[in-house]
């Protein structure tokens, strides 16, 4: 079956966790992206980050 014919509710809030946790990702490798710029090895938010990171 599928996930919104079973659970809707849970299924609902598993979508909504992976929006706000793929937004997350997705705003950390954009500051991390021009940062890495202006330094060649460094920490983002516990992250490493340098250039070769950025453009894989």
């Known amino acids: 079956m599928h996930c ?29 992206f021009f940062v890495s710029s202006t330094m060649m090895l460094d920490r983002l938010m516990g992250m490493d980050v340098d250039i070769v990171h950025n453009l894989v």
Do not use: D, H, K, Q
């Open 4 to 32: 919104l014919t079973e659970n809707l509710p849970l299924c609902l809030a598993s979508y909504v966790f992976l929006l706000i946790l793929g937004t997350i990702f997705v705003v950390i490798g954009v500051i991390g």
